[in-house]
Every structure is written in C-alpha cells, then in structure tokens.
C-alpha cells in the first residue's frame, strides 16, 4: 500500500516525511521547477504526470476541482504541521509513540484490545519517519515491550495498550485522514 515517499535528506540525516498511497497526488505545483524532496517508490507502481500550465488552466474553467485542490493543499498542510509538532515538540518518545499510532491507523487490524500491524517496518524505517537512529528506535521499542505498550509475534506488531502511546504522544485523536504516515 505504502508505493511511494518522500525524503528529505541534510547531510548525511535523512527525514521520511510522507508516504503516498494510490490515489495520493503529490509534486511541487507552482512556481518552483524543482522539488526540495527525494521521492523514492517502495513497490512497483505507476505514476501520472500533470502539466502544471494545464492544471492551473483546468482549474481556471472548473471551480470545483480548484476547491477540492485547495482541500487537499489544506490537508498536506495540516499532516507536515503534525508531523512538524511530533519531531520538534514531542521528543523521540513523542514522535516514535505518534508514528506508531499512524502506522496502526493505516496498516492496522483490531483484534479484540490489540491492534496487529502486519507490514512490516524495519527499525531504521521507522528512525528515518522520526528523524532518528536505528539504536534509537531499538532502544525505545525495548522500553515499550518491558512496559507491555507493544509487542512483535512471528508475523506482526502487536500494539497492546494504544492508551498509554496516546498519553505519550498527546493524541489529539486526529481524524485518520491526518493521522498516517
């Protein structure tokens, strides 16, 4: 499902900052003739091109598609505005237990209280969607087993207490539009 993200890399750091899903539109739309970002497909897919000149003509003719355009750059805005206060706010604790909850949020099944998450997401996967290191990440995810928040099975994460990541994270309960990677 996750086909495409983006990146952003400064010296040698390197910041997951969306993953794009089928549907998902994404690019620099006016103006600039570069993008700031790496995109990189994480699975085959297969990717349209559209012409800024003609977007902004179609949008001119078709007051609607100018509205739900200005809809999703609204929606962009408020995910990096998130994900701006989960890096810089909230510490690696905060940023790690939010980007979970969006994991959840997207990949995950509700079994009972548990939430299992059967994509799986390597350790410096998950540091780069939080701009830390793969120790880090092990570190904390250590933590979160000793305190029964998480654990892995053979196939999945299995998220045991969602509570306490939101206590952590200070979840605003976020609609799930907003709240995914």
């Avoid at 979970?100 to 079994?111: D, F, P, Q, S």
């Avoid at 994460?157 to 995914?180: A, Q, T, Y």
């Amino acid at each position: 499902m996750a086909w495409l993200m983006f990146v952003k890399i400064w010296m040698v750091e390197k910041l997951s900052i969306h993953y794009f899903h089928p549907g998902d539109l994404f690019g620099e739309c006016f103006e600039r003739k570069t993008t700031m970002f790496t995109s990189k497909a994480l699975e085959n897919c297969t990717l349209g091109i559209i012409n800024r000149r003609e977007l902004e003509q179609f949008m001119r003719v078709e007051g609607s598609m100018a509205l739900e355009f200005i809809k999703w750059i609204g929606l962009m805005y408020q995910h990096l505005q998130t994900k701006l206060r989960d890096l810089t706010l909230l510490g690696k604790q905060g940023a790690l237990a939010s980007t979970l909850i969006r994991i959840a949020n997207m990949y995950g099944k509700r079994e009972g209280n548990n939430l299992y998450i059967k994509k799986r997401f390597t350790n410096t996967e998950i540091a780069d969607l939080i701009g830390s290191s793969r120790e880090t990440v092990n570190r904390m995810l250590s933590q979160y087993k000793r305190d029964n928040i998480l654990t892995f099975d053979e196939k999945s994460m299995v998220i045991l207490d969602v509570e306490s990541l939101k206590k952590i994270c200070h979840c605003e309960d976020c609609p799930k539009s907003l709240c995914r990677l």
